[in-house]
């Protein structure tokens, strides 16, 4: 089992630019969360998805920010345009029946820097 | 309030010694807690569930207090890589969401 797989692991780009994280989930993980984690704030959802709907966005900042599913292996959370303060380590998670507290299954992070 | 909370730290402990952590959450009807340790530039992982009766894992102790609405971690015998962050994790209950700590940080020292 591969885990979960988040790319790129760094992002440096500049302010107005486009950026796109990607994400792999553990194969038979029917939810995926999307987490910002930074100092100050520590980690806060911005959005989940269950067999690849989202289910809740309601974490996402504003309308800079999106996120998509369009399969069960794969989603991406975009942020356009970027901004210095989306600077953080965005973790993408997978869970198998979160109901039942499985607890989650973190990627390793990306680090975006926004300059 | 924040929902959940945790005191930052750090706690600078020696090897041997014994640690504990306590978390507190504002909401009343969270269903399922937590315990998540954190290293140094790496992702979060699970290190133990807490139930309400209590639980145990090796030199780990997890403890649940609903009247008064906080959870605990307890390190026994304490080494040098336990040293981390430790997240407490809640679900607030109703939904999927589960809201993180910001983290205790602890630092066994030699």
């Known amino acids: 089992d591969a885990g979960v797989i988040q790319s790129p692991r760094h992002e440096v780009t500049e302010m107005g630019q486009e950026v796109t994280l990607r994400c792999k989930p553990i194969?038979?993980?029917?939810?995926l969360f999307w987490y910002r984690q930074t100092m100050m704030r520590g980690l806060e959802l911005l959005i989940y998805?269950?067999?690849?709907?989202?289910?809740?966005d309601s974490g996402m900042p504003e309308d800079r920010f999106s996120a998509k599913m369009p399969n069960a292996s794969f989603s991406t959370l975009k942020i356009q345009p970027s901004e210095p303060r989306d600077s953080a380590v965005y973790f993408c998670?997978?869970?198998?029946?979160?109901?039942?507290?499985?607890?989650?299954?973190f990627g390793s992070g990306t680090r975006l820097t926004v300059v | 309030r924040k929902e959940v909370e945790q005191d930052p730290g750090p706690f600078n402990v020696p090897e041997g010694a014994t640690v504990a952590f306590n978390c507190t959450y504002s909401?009343?009807?969270?269903?399922?807690f937590f315990w998540y340790r954190q290293d140094c530039r790496k992702e979060p992982k699970l290190l133990m569930s807490v139930y309400s009766s209590g639980n145990e894992d090796g030199r780990f102790t997890a403890q649940l207090n609903r009247a008064s609405q906080y959870i605990s971690l307890l390190i026994r015998d304490s080494k040098l890589s336990d040293s981390a962050t430790y997240l407490c994790v809640v679900n607030p209950g109703g939904t999927y969401k589960y809201i993180f700590g910001t983290g205790t940080r602890l630092k066994v020292l030699a």
């Open positions: 998670a997978s869970s198998l029946n979160a109901r039942e507290g499985g607890g989650y299954t």
């Open positions: 194969s038979g993980h029917d939810y």
């Open positions: 998805f269950n067999n690849n709907v989202p289910i809740d």
């Open positions: 909401n009343s009807a969270s269903q399922s």
